[in-house]
């Protein structure tokens, strides 16, 4: 499967533990966006990359929330002591640069108890 | 900032009956415009885009959409659903660059239930 893959695929933590999901792009993807889609909306933008720079952060990533893209390729999304509130799909998507079309992948459910 | 309103949140159609969602933006610039779709279980899909030239876009299967500037609108149609359509779509906007697809703003979805 050459599609955008995210893993784990369900992720379940206590509050105050700090959880890291993984995406893997579409090979030869410059650009990564990550979303968090929560139930009854649609997904919300977070942040993305062009290659291994982030160039767009959104105020709904607190500073509990970090991304990475060290070599351009997979990224990385960290969330420190997590709470209850931030139960939610996330979901990766990758574009080549200037396409005009994003592909996303399945997104990794995350349930805080 | 831009946004985008979608005002039916759960529909149900009878199959072949027609479809129209509808799909109003806020934006002051130049923009472009998708209907993205997800299926019970699957990841989100493109259905169509609009990004400049022809307002009436047809996209997969069978959906179309029609970009009305005046009116800040992108509503998505189909003459005839399926059962296989039941899903649930999503409008979004990117505000307008040469830079491609950047930061994608979406609606809040609409569940499409089509009964046999």
């Known amino acids: 499967d050459t599609g955008v893959s995210q893993n784990p695929r369900h992720k379940i933590t206590k509050r105050g533990q700090n959880v890291t999901f993984r995406c893997d792009p579409i090979?030869?993807?410059?650009?990564l966006y990550w979303y968090r889609q929560t139930l009854g909306q649609g997904p919300e933008f977070l942040t993305y990359?062009?290659?291994?720079?982030?160039?767009?952060k959104s105020r709904l990533l607190s500073d509990r929330f970090s991304a990475e893209r060290p070599k351009g390729s997979f990224s990385t999304l960290e969330i420190q002591r997590t709470e209850q509130g931030d139960s939610a799909m996330y979901l990766c998507?990758?574009?080549?640069?200037?396409?005009?079309?994003?592909?996303f992948g399945q997104g990794t459910r995350l349930t805080v108890v | 900032a831009q946004s985008v309103s979608q005002h039916n949140h759960h529909v149900i159609l009878s199959e072949a009956a027609s479809l129209e969602l509808g799909c109003n933006y806020s934006?002051?610039?130049?923009?472009?415009l998708f209907w993205y779709v997800q299926y019970p279980g699957q990841h989100l899909q493109l259905l169509l885009k609009y990004f400049s030239g022809d307002p009436l876009v047809k996209g997969i299967k069978g959906f179309e959409a029609e970009f009305i500037k005046s009116k800040f609108s992108f509503n998505l149609r189909k003459p005839s659903v399926q059962w296989s359509d039941t899903a649930e779509y999503f409008c979004?906007?990117?505000?307008?660059?040469?830079?491609?697809?950047?930061?994608?703003?979406f609606g809040t979805g609409t569940k499409l239930q089509v009964i046999p």
């Open positions: 934006y002051g610039g130049t923009v472009n």
């Open positions: 990359f062009q290659n291994e720079a982030q160039l767009e």
């Open positions: 998507a990758s574009s080549p640069w200037r396409g005009d079309e994003a592909f």
């Open positions: 979004a906007v990117n505000a307008g660059s040469s830079g491609g697809y950047q930061k994608v703003t």
């Open positions: 090979s030869e993807h410059n650009r």
